[in-house]
Every structure is written in structure tokens, then in C-alpha cells.
């Protein structure tokens, strides 16, 4: 694990890839997102609303993608690269561009998590089952805890099938996770029964028996959780076209972190999740592409601390990671390198001598590549030359 490299209270303006690939390894305790769903709509706040200007297109296509970070799957996470496929095969095109976004995000989050780390993916059905292979495919398929369901009531639409009045969202984590137990009031039935007093299951007899003579917490909270949306009339409602209520972060920032951890929203809309995690006295930090995310948690979180917030720290350049120590020059892995390739070209694939080879950034610093070895390669003159700034990819569908 390492030390964050940006001060707790930041909010990063722009697309969260490049912050994310700025940020040093193992320093998050709580990933929160709630990403575009690719529910083929556009949300626009309200004219008049707190919220008023936020608006984005949730429909794609791969004119919405760097196209090449999918060719770039192939070789980080071929199961990844294959679920994508698999998307495009049974779902279309769209679903193929969705996920190649989502993935390349993903894997950065999961590098950028510490192993005791959680992180939480919302979503709806819309994508939930494919967004869950991806996250099998990107942090393992140990890793999963939970598929929790969100479940609320809203003013029912005329339709020919159920009402649809639940979201997902599923729940990672690595190995001694931080998870605190939280609990739901008990049934009618079990206060009848034990007369609301603390009981467990009597290992000797597998039946139930009151143990402390004191009121129940209630039972451990299940999977599925009722939670009210955010109410028309609501104070708390900004207009905010995806908003989501203070209650159910409040659940997952309690669930995962401690005071003092870390949490990461990189898709931080109207920012509750850095609200809550200011509430609770928690680290936070957020990125989106508005400006109105600075502007919305300013205004949420003075509501609660007053005079004494000063305001997030307003940021539009990534960061730099401090967390790889002191780097040779890149030009120092030549040998290296020639030996592992065999002094094959990695472009070409043709053998050359060991003074026609140059060092070259497999993803190009200007996105967010370093000088570290897994980022090297050997390229001929003529390929090094014809690459320019692009990434591997990108460069080898113009070939």
C-alpha cells in the first residue's frame, strides 16, 4: 500500500481516466460509482434546480470511445477483452462501446484500491450482468460479496410487464475488508418470541435461545435493501437528474471504511457520496466531467460545516504518481529489453541490431504513461518513428 498523492477534499473536473491513471497504487479504502447505466437516455436537470446545467447523454457508440483501448484489453485483461466480445455478440454495438469504456476505468480502479479495499458499482438491469463479468474479469471472480438490490417505490407507468423499482449494485472487495455489521429492525414474529432480547443459534441443540438480557440490534442487514427515493418535495432533492438519496450512501460508507479511511467517487455527479463521507468523517476526494460537481459539494457540504469549509480543492490536472520511487531513465532498460524481445522489434517483429532499437512508451506519457518497465518496449528506428505519441493500439490499426 502507499500514501495518496493528492490532499483528501479534491474534486478533479474532466475525464476521470487520466486522473485515475495518476493515482498511486493501493492508497483508496471506498470506491463509490455510479456510472452512466447505458440506458439509451439523455438526463437533464431541471431549468431553476440547484442542479440546473447538468445534463449527459447515456447512449454509445464507438465514436463515444478510444476504440483502441479496447485492442489495448487484448493484452491487459484478455478476459475482459472477451467479455466485451461476447457484449458485442449478444447485445450490439453499444454494449460493446459501454464496456470498452467501463473496463479500461475498471482496471484502474482495482490498481489504484488498496487489497483491503471495497468497491461498489451501481447500476441497473440495463447492464448489471454484463458489468458484473467485467468486474469478474477485472478483480476476480473471489472477490464478489454481494449483488445488493435497491429497492424503492415511485409513481408506477403504464406498462405490460412488472414494475421496474429496483437498482443494483454490486459489491467487491479483497481480503480483510473492512466491513462493519449493520442491522435492520426485527420482525413482529421475533420481538413476540424473545420478547425483543439479544439471542443466538445454540451450536448444541441448532435452535434459538436468548443469551443477553438486553434489547436486540435486530437482525444483520440482508441483501436487499429498502431505501426511499428522494421525494419531488424533498429538501434534499437538487434536481440533479441521477441523484441518489443520502440513506443509501450512508449504508455503504458505514459498511466499508472507518473515520479517517479514504473514499473515491470518479463519477461524483451532485456528489453524495462525498457528502455522506464528510458526515461520517471519512477522507474523500471525487472526479466528473462538470464543473458543477465543485460547485454542488461547495454548496452541500458548507450547508453542514458552515464558515469552517473552506471549499473543495478545485483541480483539472491529473496527478503524478509518487508511489514508483526514483525511476532510471527510460533509455537504461535497453539492454533489458533487448534481451526479453530477443532483439525482435515489437512493432515489425523483425530482428535488428542492438544500435537500431529505441526505447518506446507502450502507452504514451501524454496518457498518463510513466517510465516504468511494464510500460517499456523495444522498437526499430522506423516503427519508434511512425508510432509517434500513439498508444501500441492505435498506432497498429493505422498500420
Same mark, same amino acid.
Given at each position: 500500500m502507499s500514501e495518496a498523492n493528492f490532499a483528501s477534499e479534491s474534486v478533479w473536473t474532466g475525464d476521470n481516466l487520466p486522473?485515475?491513471?495518476?493515482?498511486?497504487?493501493?492508497?483508496? +479504502?471506498?470506491?463509490?460509482?455510479?456510472?452512466?447505466f447505458n440506458s439509451n437516455r439523455t438526463y437533464e436537470a431541471p431549468i431553476g434546480?440547484?442542479? *440546473?446545467? *447538468? %445534463?449527459f447523454k447515456d447512449a454509445w457508440t464507438l465514436d463515444d470511445v478510444d476504440v483502441h483501448e479496447h485492442g489495448e484489453l487484448a493484452d491487459r485483461n484478455p478476459a475482459a477483452y472477451s467479455v466485451i466480445e461476447a457484449a458485442r455478440q449478444a447485445h450490439g454495438k453499444g454494449m460493446q462501446s459501454y464496456l470498452i469504456f467501463m473496463a479500461v476505468r475498471?482496471?484502474?480502479?482495482?490498481?489504484?484500491?488498496k487489497d483491503t479495499g471495497s468497491i461498489y458499482l451501481h447500476?441497473?438491469? $440495463?447492464?448489471?450482468?454484463?458489468?458484473?463479468?467485467?468486474? +469478474?474479469?477485472?478483480?476476480?471472480?473471489?472477490?464478489? !460479496?454481494?449483488?445488493?438490490?435497491?429497492?424503492?417505490?415511485?409513481?408506477?407507468?403504464? %406498462? %405490460?410487464?412488472?414494475?421496474?423499482?429496483?437498482d443494483v449494485i454490486l459489491f467487491y472487495a479483497g481480503g480483510d475488508n473492512t466491513f462493519n455489521v449493520s442491522y435492520e429492525p426485527p420482525s413482529e414474529s421475533y420481538l413476540k418470541r424473545f420478547k425483543g432480547k439479544t439471542q443466538i443459534l445454540d451450536p448444541e441443540t441448532?435452535?434459538?435461545?436468548?443469551?443477553? +438480557?438486553?434489547? $436486540?440490534?435486530?437482525?444483520?442487514? !440482508?441483501?436487499?435493501?429498502?431505501?426511499?427515493?428522494? *421525494?419531488?418535495?424533498?429538501?434534499?432533492?437538487?434536481?440533479?437528474?441521477?441523484?441518489?438519496?443520502?440513506?443509501?450512501?450512508?449504508?455503504?460508507?458505514? *459498511? %466499508?471504511? +472507518?473515520?479517517?479511511?479514504?473514499?473515491?467517487?470518479?463519477?461524483?455527479?451532485c456528489a453524495t457520496a462525498l457528502v455522506v463521507a464528510d458526515r461520517l468523517g471519512r477522507q474523500w476526494a471525487g472526479i466528473d466531467l462538470s464543473p458543477l460537481a465543485i460547485k454542488l459539494v461547495d454548496e452541500r457540504i458548507a450547508e453542514d460545516r458552515g464558515k469552517l469549509f473552506a471549499g473543495a480543492i478545485a483541480l483539472e490536472k491529473p496527478p503524478v504518481r509518487t508511489?514508483?520511487?526514483?525511476?532510471?531513465?527510460?533509455r537504461t532498460h535497453r539492454h533489458r529489453l533487448y534481451g526479453e524481445q530477443e532483439g525482435v522489434c515489437a512493432g515489425c517483429e523483425t530482428h535488428f541490431p542492438f544500435r537500431v532499437m529505441d526505447v518506446d512508451h507502450i502507452l504514451p506519457r501524454s496518457r498518463g504513461g510513466t517510465d516504468h518497465a511494464d510500460n517499456l518496449q523495444l522498437?526499430?528506428?522506423?516503427?519508434n518513428r511512425s508510432k509517434g505519441s500513439k498508444t501500441m493500439a492505435e498506432w497498429r490499426a493505422t498500420q
Open positions: 486522473v485515475l491513471r495518476g493515482i498511486n497504487s493501493e492508497c483508496i +479504502d471506498l470506491i463509490y460509482l455510479d456510472p452512466p434546480s440547484k442542479a *440546473a446545467g *447538468a %445534463s475498471l482496471m484502474e480502479m482495482r490498481r489504484v484500491l447500476c441497473d438491469p $440495463t447492464a448489471s450482468h454484463y458489468l458484473k463479468l467485467m468486474l +469478474d474479469a477485472v478483480f476476480g471472480k473471489g472477490k464478489f !460479496r454481494n449483488e445488493v438490490i435497491w429497492s424503492y417505490r415511485r409513481w408506477p407507468s403504464k %406498462s %405490460s410487464n412488472f414494475q421496474t423499482m429496483h441448532r435452535t434459538r435461545k436468548i443469551v443477553i +438480557d438486553k434489547p $436486540t440490534k435486530g437482525l444483520p442487514m !440482508r441483501d436487499v435493501w429498502d431505501i426511499s427515493i428522494i *421525494a419531488g418535495s424533498s429538501k434534499e432533492r437538487l434536481g440533479y437528474p441521477t441523484q441518489k438519496p443520502l440513506a443509501l450512501l450512508e449504508r455503504i460508507v458505514k *459498511a %466499508s471504511t +472507518d473515520p479517517g479511511d479514504l473514499v473515491l467517487d470518479p463519477f461524483c455527479g508511489d514508483m520511487g526514483e525511476l532510471p531513465n527510460y522498437l526499430c528506428s522506423g516503427c
